[in-house]
């Protein structure tokens, strides 16, 4: 397989990185962009692309390699990949689910936790010194708040089930109602929101849940809610967000994902009431790796004409 042609995006993984250059004919894009002319020379040997929820395979890309078969994304995501045009170029689409599931889903609750008894805040507090002088106050508790859920797929369930043993009550809004006694089915966003304490957005960002979490939706959530994103940005309108959290129309926010990663709305940085990461849901040694294994072996399924491990199209 070394002579076959396979283009990463963007830096990811190192250990992505080396397998792949172990096993193929590694083109790396940002030393080789797509105009460049040693790209130019070489886009006809390009039989695979690996990209990522930083940089994906869009129309351009997609067209710059005329013998592309094949589009493997280290993430479960798909919202970088255009997949309409994969589908009409009969270009199959591979991703990562199930092995992130877990650790996506630990990172969800220790959001929350965070934001509800303040972690990052009482550790800035300690570091600044500001213990000698005062005492740093009270949090609110996790266990028992009501949980809502958009989006209760792999993630979604894996959240559920870890609220469930802190004692929370389930709701959860999703294209179809799942048969899973216990947890409460809300046939509409705002429903779930206005019976949720909680709400953690887990769902697929498409053109229909771009901006699922808008104003009223954090409205119904008030004052006393906090919202957790570990989907993707968009699918929380942000303008909304920080004005809500300035406004005190929202209690708090965690937020693993923003609207235009890496950048973060300056106004946020101030704020005590959220915590801010850099969309690490995913990054654990453990659970890099074994994304990093399932790219490649659906790689090598592929062009040994073996069935897909992880089959998106
Ligand atoms: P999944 O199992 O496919 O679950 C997706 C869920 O989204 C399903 O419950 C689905 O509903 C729901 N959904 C899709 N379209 C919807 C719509 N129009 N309205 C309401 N709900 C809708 O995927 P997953 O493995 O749990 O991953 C979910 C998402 O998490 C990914 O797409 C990705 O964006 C994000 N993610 C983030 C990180 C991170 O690092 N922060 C890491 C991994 C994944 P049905 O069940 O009714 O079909």
Redesign the pocket.
Do not use: Q, Y
């Given at each position: 397989m070394e002579s076959i042609g396979v283009a990463m995006t963007t830096q990811m993984f190192t250990y992505l990185e080396q397998n792949l250059e172990g096993r193929f004919n590694l083109f790396k894009l940002w030393n080789h962009p797509l105009d460049s002319d040693f790209l130019q020379l070489n886009a006809q040997s390009v039989r695979a692309v690996v990209g990522c929820?930083k940089s994906g395979a869009d129309a351009r890309l997609i067209d710059t390699f005329p013998n592309l078969e094949i589009v493997a994304t280290f993430?479960?995501?798909?919202?970088k990949i255009d997949l309409p045009k994969c589908l009409e170029k009969g270009i199959r689409v591979v991703n990562t689910?199930?092995v992130?599931?877990d650790d996506?889903a630990d990172?969800a609750i220790g959001l929350a936790m965070a934001v509800l008894r303040r972690i990052s805040e009482s550790d800035r507090f300690v570091r600044s010194g500001s213990w000698m002088k005062n005492d740093f106050g009270l949090g609110t508790r996790f266990n028992g708040k009501s949980v809502g859920i958009?989006?209760?797929?792999?993630?979604?369930?894996?959240i559920a089930k870890r609220a469930v043993a802190f004692g929370c009550p389930i709701g959860y809004?999703?294209?179809?109602e799942?048969h899973h006694r216990g947890y409460k089915y809300f046939p509409s966003?705002l429903d779930l929101a206005a019976n949720s304490q909680i709400l953690f957005v887990?769902?697929?960002?498409?053109e229909?849940?771009k901006h699922?979490v808008n104003r009223e939706v954090i409205d119904a959530l008030g004052p006393n809610g906090i919202l957790i994103n570990?989907?993707?940005g968009a699918h929380v309108n942000e303008t909304e967000l920080v004005s809500a959290l300035l406004e005190r129309r929202l209690g708090g926010a965690g937020l693993?994902?923003f609207e235009n990663e890496p950048h973060v709305p300056e106004q946020l940085l101030e704020l005590n009431n959220v915590v801010l990461l850099p969309?690490?849901?995913?990054?654990t040694i453990e659970t890099s790796i074994a994304m990093a294994d399932l790219v490649i072996r659906n790689l090598e399924a592929h062009f040994r004409n073996e069935p897909l491990i992880t089959p998106v199209i």
């Open positions: 929820t993430s479960v995501g798909l919202d689910p199930d992130l599931t996506v990172a958009i989006g209760l797929g792999r993630i979604g369930s894996a809004f999703s294209r179809t799942k966003v887990s769902c697929t960002l498409t229909e849940t699922i570990v989907g993707r693993d994902v969309h690490v849901g995913t990054d």
